[in-house]
Structure formats: structure tokens, C-alpha cells
């Protein structure tokens, strides 16, 4: 089957039948919301668990089964690799993990990868475990979704859940728990919101017990079945991964002042603006930026979305923007912040991005500011796999903040070293062309043709180049990079957030 | 079927299937959660509504269905008639009515009762309909529920709502909604989550629209549909209705101090201390006490759980509570207090005292004190009729409190008037007597012999009385009172709160 994106993909596979994408907006939901065993919780009854072991047993894990666990705490994260380690320990095979991310320090799981005690992944993959599957592929191929787009397979019971286990930087005996405090807090929780409302069964996984009732309450006792106290869930400051610093490379200072300066030129950039903020090290800079355009020219934005850092707490405090809504924190600024300002409010990811619910947040922003590891001439952006065939990242919000957004821009240099972004065809689809509007490099800015309306508003204003013609400079510089060697057999699906299939990533030759 | 309350309960009405009241805590939850359809809001769509009219073509109500709305606005609510009036106008019949609470303001239904506009009602009914009723009975029984049983039904799929109307002081165009600020504030909103979660349309009906987003979200535009504004959604002045206002009565004054020592006494009144604060005149006396003993003897209680009035905020704010946990406010002290306090938290009915989920507020509750209009030899408790088989209450939060609570103090005076308040059996059970621990009158305290423990602790402190010493006295004073004059006929439900039938309201002969 050839999808709207213009990618083969098969009809069937590993027992589960594709749908393929049919544009970004083409499909509505027909399901029902999954609704999970109903619980009770009596007087006398009690959640608190000893240890992980008894976990295990108490919610009665079993071979075939599914887990999931939210990023929150990144690259810091403690509880996966606990988790994990006890159930190979009892002998359990065959497990399904559903972590919404896995960064490299969860490695180690490699050995339980090869052992068969985790045969199946839905999650994103940062980094070794991506590397990993892409030469050798599990049982069944990875599926790779979207923030949004995973809060909507859960809701919907496609990716069913046995046992959730939350990571909580503050809970009580009962349940009630939330990310902003303690010596763990990693703020916002929006990962766990889905899952705690929809896991068959859900543990709280906390190193700071506190008398109850705890508040605030991000997951609420009456979706919880245990709470299992731990000497630590991670470490905080493993948060601010790599990407999380600001770019000092003068030509990406340059990318991002170019994208203020667009906003600025299109008359997008005015009172009531709002905008989700990334945090690679252009977008940082477009954010800091924006702050101090906005607040030259007196211009007050409705709101952020986050992943938030500093420079997005920056623009609340300073009063560039009137609210922050948060589903994940970036840096210790922004936890912090979560905790104290009552206009910096945490939402889940249902909320910030799923859309099969009443309505998310990307699509009311009318900016976002993403990524890429390619583009290519139809608009398409790669963020998954490089050039070189190797799965290395999530998709994160991408499809979500690009679909939503009343401008999608991507912000990229035109090459990295001798390797160009930008393609004739990008070796994955992430996200579809047909929900990215401007994109913005070092040598130049091309807008989307179906954008008639912004090629308007910046005409005379602003030089714009034709994406052709960003290619051919590119191709003149470094040529074609040789193709990846793939093998026949899909190691991931790309799933595009409505559940259709955007694309494949096949096996890599060894 | 003579049930665990001693009541004969028909094995079948109207269709309706009934399971016998096994006892509070005998009934474990086997159902999944109720999946509504899932739902999209793509750019483009659009959420806000023109007129009721619309509303009503728009979520496509017909005739046999089921429709909610939330009484935070009590005697002042103004949605209910307003929606159900466009109802009958569009010629729609054979509605059930399942708002959480009718109250006088709704008489006027009567007349779309008596048209068959509304054929049944699930649902609290004080005054007025709930008369109409007892004389007369609607096509199907009345089904009466405790807070948390409510949401435990709707949850469970029991209460079935196609269209939920609800509420909302301030939202923005995408359903984003609370009851916290502008003209109509009511507060708390914890009637509506479950309705906003569970039904399979949502509409927001507001008379305070903001721009986007409004904050705090108590409900969220991703369980919207639609968003209908109107000139006023009520008169938030019509929350304090009569009985809240603290006692004037001096025997009732002495019921309030005999409480708190009675509590003091048996040392149960210490650090950690938590209730569940009720409304009438006798248990906003106790409050008052107690967070004047609190104070003078430096007690620091945990929570309190509201319904909330302003005497709850000044145990806040004075030191005698570290936290208010509220799903609905009494006076609007409160009203203003949960708007600005971050330890006055706002919590669900699903939190209050769903007993069919993980774990529920009454649940962790010291105490709690309640009212009654009879109370039986058996300390099983009437909330519901009058002696004169009148149905004129909803049972409220009493079934809930009483069951979770570790001690459950039912407040009353021996007689009202002529009128005596203990009965051999009551008229209707609202809460079994199993649930409840002391019965603190005007003549005399007496304590449930199931509560050996409690006895021990107030043995040599405080003079107890035997209950049938106190039915005696009443007996020896007024006599018994004539028994009404039942037909056979059911014309209520009375559910406990794991859905099993615990009683009965038959038809009053006219």
C-alpha cells in the first residue's frame, strides 16, 4: 500500500494490520475509550509494597505481558532498569515495554533484550537501544509514536497496558502523587496521566513518602493499586540532557534570529501569540529571542507549551507570556517554577497533543519551533533516523506541535559537517510535509508552497528561497550521501498520531 | 430477598435488576470502566454553540435519552430548567433526568414531568419533586444515590448519560472549565468529573467566557464537545440555602459540644485529626467547636474534607487543618477561599467516595458528623423520608461518610417537636446501621455495641446510654407516630454505594 506521505507499506505485519496514513487531519476516531478494571480500596486494605519483588507478585506480572513507565526523569532515570532487572530476576519472559522514552542510561537492558525477558518495545528510542534495533530488530518491529499520538493509543486500547509504573518525586500511602517536590522532582507528569487512567494495574514508584493527603495531586489515589517506596527513582539532574543547551554556533544564532524576525515580518508575532518551545539548542535560542523581541515591542503572548526550561519561565516571570502550560520539564528552573506559579500550569499529554479527545493544546499554539535530521523537498522531516539508517531519537512532540500549529517551522542548518539535512527524500518520514510550513536554515528560508498565505505576508519583507534551491546548494557542497544498506525486514513503524502508519525503518546491514 | 439491611428488596422493577445490600464493604467491583466514544477536534472545528437550541441539535438529543447536569449552583442553579424547557419546546420526550440534585428551584419541572418530557429521574430530589413523587411515582423508579455511589454508577456504565450539560463559571471557547472565578463562582466543581469523563457528549454551559487558556482546568477541553454561552448559568447566592446556617438552639449548641468531648475524651481528637464537615445547623456547630478546642489545645489536624463553608476555611487559615480537600462549597467564603488557597485543593466525587475506585478520600477520614431525620434501634440512619413517608432529601454524602469514616457521628435531637427521631426501624434506610458508630443527641449519647473499642475508650469519661433507653424516653414522651399509609407500589431506589439495593420508597396514598 503506497500512503498519502508516498511510503509502501505493507498490509500486515507481526499479526498487526496497518492502516496507512491518509493525511494529517483525514481520519476520525471510531472507538471507544479503553476502560480499565474497575478497583476498590477498602478500609483496612493497605497499598504499600516492601519491595520490588513483592511488586511483581502483587500485581501479578506475568510472561507476554505489558509495562510502561513514563521519561520524565531522562536521562536520570532509576526505575525502568529496577523493574526490569527484578522481573528478569523471577524468571519472567516475553515482556512488552511500553516506556513513553528510553535514553542511554537504560542500556542495560540490552542484556534482557538478548536473554528474552523484554522481546517487544513500543516507546521511543534514544540512543543505544535504537542503534541496537536497528541491526537486529525484536520480535516485533518498535512502534514509534508521538507524545500525542501514544496517549491516544492507550486511550484507545491499542497499546494496552498490564502494569504501569509511575515514577513520583512526592507521594502518600494511598497513591496521591506529583513530580513538582522532593529531592527527585522533575515537575510537570504529563506522561503519566494516560497511563495511570487507562494500565490495568498502576504502581507508584516514590522516594519521598509524605503524610497524606499530598498535593497537588497530578495522579490521584483512586486510579492507583500500590505505591512502592524506594531509596531513589533518579537522578534529577540527568534531566538536562545534551541537546538542552542553548547553540552557540553563530550560523544557528543566525537560524534563530531569522525566525523571529519571519514572525515578525508576517505579522504572526503579536499580542496573544503562544508557541511550543523545544529544546535543542536553536529552538532555545529562538525562545530567548522571542522573550526579548516581545519584550522590546511590548508584545504579550496568551501562552507557552512546553517542554519548558528557563527561558520559557523567563518569559512568565518577565510577563512576555500570560501562562505556561506544561507537560515536561527541561531544566531545574522550570520544576521549580511548576511548583510555585500558579500560571504555570501542568497538563497531561492527552492534553498537550492526543487527537482522538476533545481538543489539545498544538492545536490552538500558532507557532512551534522543531528540529530535524532531515528534511527533504516535499516538506517531510526526518527526526528518527539518521542519514546513515541508524534509529537514534524519538519522534516527541514533532507530529503533534506540527500538525496543530498556524505555523510549523523548522529550524535546521543546511548541512552537519559533510552530511546535508536537507534530501531529495528523507530516509524516514517523522513528520509529513504537508504539516510543515516554513523552514528555516543557514542558507536560507523556504517556505511551503501550499502556505500561499505566508508566502504573502512576507513577500518584499523577507528574502525566501525555493526549497529546490536549497537542495541544489546543499548537493553542490557534498554531494549525495551514500544510501543506507537496508535489509528487506521493518525493525519500527513510524506511527502517525491518528494510528495510521507513516512510515517503515528496515533492518540495517551489519 | 430480604437484604443484609433487613429490608425485602424485589428481585426485579421496571426491567431493572436489583442485588440485595450484602453489607458496606461485602461487594468487590468486577465491571471495566465505562469507554464513551472517543472524540476529535481538528483545527477548523468548531466548539461554540449559538443558542440551547443549537446544543440540543448539535449533541443530537432524542427522545429516551439520558442527560446530567451538577448542582454546585443548589437552589440558585438556573441550567436546568433552562435546558430542559428547549427540550420540551423541540417536542422531545421520554427523558431521564440525571442531574446529581434537584432542589425547589426545580419545580417548575412538574410541569414536564406531567407532559412526559421527563419520565425518569436518577438523581437527589429535595422539596417539591421529590413530594411529587412519593404520591405519585414516575414511569420507572427514582433511583437515589450517595455522592460516591453516583460516580461509581457512572463510571460503571450503570448511569448511562448520553449528554452531559455542565455548568462552568468561566471557560474558554475549547471547553477548558471552572467554577472558581467570575459573577456565578460556585467553587468547587467535583459533582461534574465524573459526568465530564464518562458521558458521551459533554457540553460546557457558561456565562463567563475567557480567552483561552482558562486556568486552573478543572475540567478539560479534551473531554468537550461543545461550549454553549448563555446570559446566566444562576445565582451563585442560592448555595446557602436554609440549612446552612450554624444552630441557635441551645440543645443543638450542646449536641455540637457534646461531639467534640466526646471525641476529646476518648483521645481520638489529636494531631492528624481529619472530618468530613457537613452542612446543617448541628455540624457547622461542631465545626465551629471544634476548631475552637483545636486551637486552644494547639491540634493540628490533617484534613478536612467538604463540603466546605466558610468555618472550614478558618480552621485553614488559622492553623487547626493543613488542608482543605473540597468537592463542593457551601458559602462563598469558600467559594473565595479555593480560588486562591493551594492547600485548599479541589477533588473530584470519584475522589470523595467512590468506593469502587483506588482508594477514596472518606476512606482516610477520622471522623465525620451527619445529620438524620430518623435514626432505628439498629443505628441505621433515614436521610432520605420523613415519618410521614414524605421523600424530600437526597442521601448525599452520608452512605459514603459513614462507611469510610473511622468514626462515624450521626448528630440529632431526640424529637422534632411531636415528632420523635428515633424509631424502632426507620422509614428508610439511607445508611445502615452497621456504618454508623455514636448517635449524639440532646438526651443522651449512644454508641453502636459493634464499636466495642469505642466503648472502651469512653468507659468512666462520659456518660453513654444504652439506644433503647433513649427510645424509650422518646416513646414515654410522644408515643410512636402513625405509620403512613404506603401502597405497594416502588416509587424509589435507595442504592447503596457499591450499587447494591439497600431499600425501598414506596408510593404514599394520597
Same mark, same amino acid.
Not at 515482556?95 to 542495560?108: D, G
Not at 543505544?128 to 525484536?138: D, H, I, K, M, Q
Not at 496573544?272 to 522573550?291: E, I, N, R, Y
Given at each position: 500500500?503506497?500512503?498519502?506521505?508516498?511510503?509502501?507499506?505493507?498490509?500486515?505485519?507481526?499479526?498487526?494490520? &496497518? $492502516?496507512?496514513?491518509?493525511?494529517?487531519?483525514?481520519?476520525?476516531? +471510531? =472507538?471507544?475509550?479503553?476502560?480499565?478494571?474497575m478497583k476498590s480500596f477498602y478500609p483496612g486494605d493497605n497499598k504499600l509494597l516492601e519491595s520490588v519483588k513483592e511488586a511483581i507478585k502483587k500485581t501479578e506480572l506475568t510472561d507476554g505481558m505489558t509495562i510502561s513507565f513514563h521519561h520524565h526523569l531522562r536521562n536520570g532515570d532509576a526505575i525502568v532498569n529496577m523493574i526490569v532487572d527484578e522481573i528478569a530476576k523471577q524468571g519472567i519472559k516475553d515482556i512488552k515495554l511500553a516506556a513513553t522514552a528510553l535514553f542511554p542510561?537504560?542500556?542495560?537492558?540490552?542484556? *534482557?533484550? =538478548?536473554?528474552?525477558?523484554?522481546?517487544?518495545?513500543?516507546?521511543?528510542?534514544?540512543? @543505544?537501544?535504537?542503534?541496537?534495533?536497528?541491526?537486529n530488530g525484536l520480535e516485533e518491529p518498535v512502534i514509534l509514536r508521538s507524545h500525542g499520538g501514544r496517549a491516544r493509543a492507550v486511550r484507545a486500547g491499542e497499546l494496552h497496558i498490564d502494569v504501569a509504573f509511575i515514577g513520583a518525586s512526592m507521594a502518600d500511602d #494511598?497513591?496521591?502523587?506529583?513530580?513538582?517536590?522532593?529531592?527527585?522532582?522533575?515537575?510537570?507528569?504529563?506522561?503519566?496521566?494516560?497511563? !495511570?487512567? *487507562?494500565?490495568?494495574?498502576?504502581?507508584?514508584?516514590?522516594?519521598?513518602?509524605?503524610?497524606?493527603?499530598?498535593?497537588?495531586? !497530578?495522579?490521584?489515589?483512586?486510579?492507583?493499586?500500590?505505591?512502592?517506596?524506594?531509596?531513589?527513582?533518579? %537522578?534529577?539532574?540527568?534531566?538536562?540532557?545534551?541537546?538542552?543547551?542553548?547553540?552557540?554556533?553563530?550560523?544557528?544564532?543566525?537560524?534563530?534570529?531569522?525566525?523571529?524576525?519571519?514572525?515578525?515580518?508576517?505579522?504572526?508575532? $503579536?499580542?496573544?501569540?503562544?508557541?511550543?518551545?523545544?529544546?535543542?539548542?536553536?529552538? &532555545?535560542?529562538?525562545?530567548?529571542?522571542?522573550?526579548?523581541?516581545?519584550?522590546?515591542?511590548?508584545?504579550?503572548?496568551?501562552?507557552?507549551?512546553?517542554?519548558?526550561?528557563? #527561558?520559557?519561565? %523567563?518569559?512568565?516571570?518577565?510577563?512576555?507570556? =500570560?501562562?505556561?502550560? %506544561?507537560?515536561? %520539564?527541561?531544566?531545574?528552573?522550570?520544576?521549580? !517554577?511548576?511548583?510555585?506559579?500558579?500560571?504555570?500550569?501542568?497538563?497531561?499529554?492527552?492534553?498537550?497533543?492526543? @487527537?482522538?479527545?476533545?481538543?489539545?493544546?498544538?492545536?490552538?499554539?500558532?507557532?512551534?519551533?522543531?528540529?530535524?535530521?532531515?528534511?527533504? &523537498?516535499?516538506?517531510?522531516?526526518?527526526?528518527?533516523? *539518521?542519514?546513515?539508517?541508524?534509529?537514534?531519537?524519538?519522534?516527541?512532540? *514533532?507530529?503533534?506541535?506540527?500538525?496543530?500549529?498556524?505555523?510549523?517551522?523548522?529550524?535546521?542548518?543546511?548541512?552537519?559537517?559533510?552530511?546535508?539535512?536537507?534530501?531529495?527524500?528523507?530516509?524516514?518520514?517523522?513528520?509529513?510535509?504537508?504539516?510543515?510550513?516554513?523552514?528555516?536554515?543557514?542558507?536560507?528560508?523556504?517556505?511551503?508552497?501550499?502556505?500561499?498565505?505566508?508566502?504573502?505576508?512576507?513577500?518584499?519583507?523577507?528574502?525566501?528561497?525555493?526549497?529546490?534551491?536549497? #537542495? $541544489? /546548494?546543499?548537493? !553542490?557542497?557534498?554531494?549525495?550521501? =551514500?544510501? @543506507?544498506?537496508?535489509?528487506?525486514?521493518?525493525?519500527?513503524?513510524?506511527? #502517525?498520531?491518528?494510528?495510521?502508519?507513516?512510515?517503515?525503518?528496515?533492518? &540495517? +546491514? /551489519?
Amino acid at each position: 500500500m503506497l500512503n498519502a506521505a508516498g511510503r509502501e507499506i505493507p498490509k500486515e505485519i507481526a499479526g498487526r494490520r &496497518l $492502516k496507512p496514513f491518509k493525511g494529517a487531519f483525514a481520519t476520525r476516531p +471510531k =472507538k471507544r475509550l479503553y476502560g480499565p478494571p474497575m478497583k476498590s480500596f477498602y478500609p483496612g486494605d493497605n497499598k504499600l509494597l516492601e519491595s520490588v519483588k513483592e511488586a511483581i507478585k502483587k500485581t501479578e506480572l506475568t510472561d507476554g505481558m505489558t509495562i510502561s513507565f513514563h521519561h520524565h526523569l531522562r536521562n536520570g532515570d532509576a526505575i525502568v532498569n529496577m523493574i526490569v532487572d527484578e522481573i528478569a530476576k523471577q524468571g519472567i519472559k516475553d515482556i512488552k515495554l511500553a516506556a513513553t522514552a528510553l535514553f542511554p542510561v537504560h542500556e542495560k537492558l540490552l542484556e *534482557h533484550i =538478548k536473554n528474552g525477558v523484554i522481546t517487544r518495545i513500543e516507546g521511543s528510542l534514544n540512543g @543505544p537501544l535504537g542503534e541496537y534495533v536497528t541491526y537486529n530488530g525484536l520480535e516485533e518491529p518498535v512502534i514509534l509514536r508521538s507524545h500525542g499520538g501514544r496517549a491516544r493509543a492507550v486511550r484507545a486500547g491499542e497499546l494496552h497496558i498490564d502494569v504501569a509504573f509511575i515514577g513520583a518525586s512526592m507521594a502518600d500511602d #494511598y497513591g496521591n502523587a506529583n513530580g513538582m517536590f522532593g529531592k527527585s522532582a522533575f515537575g510537570a507528569m504529563g506522561f503519566a496521566y494516560a497511563d !495511570s487512567m *487507562h494500565a490495568d494495574k498502576v504502581v507508584i514508584v516514590t522516594d519521598n513518602l509524605q503524610p497524606y493527603p499530598v498535593t497537588p495531586i !497530578s495522579i490521584s489515589s483512586t486510579l492507583v493499586d500500590y505505591v512502592l517506596p524506594v531509596e531513589s527513582i533518579g %537522578d534529577p539532574s540527568g534531566i538536562q540532557t545534551g541537546t538542552m543547551r542553548i547553540t552557540r554556533s553563530p550560523a544557528r544564532l543566525n537560524i534563530a534570529k531569522n525566525v523571529v524576525k519571519f514572525l515578525a515580518k508576517a505579522k504572526i508575532l $503579536k499580542d496573544g501569540f503562544s508557541f511550543q518551545a523545544g529544546a535543542g539548542g536553536t529552538s &532555545l535560542a529562538v525562545t530567548k529571542f522571542l522573550h526579548e523581541y516581545m519584550k522590546k515591542n511590548g508584545i504579550v503572548g496568551d501562552f507557552v507549551m512546553g517542554g519548558v526550561t528557563g #527561558y520559557v519561565v %523567563d518569559m512568565l516571570e518577565q510577563g512576555t507570556t =500570560k501562562k505556561i502550560l %506544561d507537560g515536561q %520539564d527541561f531544566d531545574l528552573r522550570a520544576v521549580e !517554577s511548576i511548583g510555585r506559579n500558579p500560571n504555570h500550569v501542568e497538563v497531561s499529554h492527552i492534553e498537550f497533543g492526543d @487527537p482522538h479527545s476533545g481538543g489539545c493544546v498544538v492545536h490552538r499554539q500558532t507557532a512551534c519551533f522543531l528540529g530535524a535530521t532531515e528534511f527533504d &523537498l516535499n516538506f517531510n522531516v526526518n527526526v528518527n533516523t *539518521h542519514s546513515d539508517g541508524l534509529l537514534l531519537h524519538g519522534i516527541g512532540g *514533532h507530529q503533534d506541535a506540527a500538525a496543530g500549529s498556524f505555523v510549523t517551522i523548522v529550524v535546521a542548518p543546511l548541512l552537519r559537517g559533510r552530511i546535508p539535512v536537507i534530501r531529495k527524500e528523507v530516509t524516514t518520514i517523522s513528520t509529513p510535509g504537508e504539516t510543515v510550513d516554513v523552514i528555516v536554515t543557514d542558507k536560507g528560508i523556504a517556505i511551503n508552497p501550499r502556505r500561499e498565505d505566508l508566502i504573502e505576508a512576507i513577500k518584499g519583507k523577507m528574502e525566501i528561497v525555493d526549497i529546490e534551491e536549497l #537542495y $541544489k /546548494k546543499a548537493k !553542490s557542497l557534498v554531494g549525495e550521501p =551514500k544510501q @543506507p544498506d537496508f535489509e528487506d525486514d521493518i525493525v519500527a513503524i513510524v506511527e #502517525y498520531r491518528d494510528g495510521t502508519t507513516l512510515d517503515v525503518v528496515r533492518r &540495517l +546491514k /551489519k
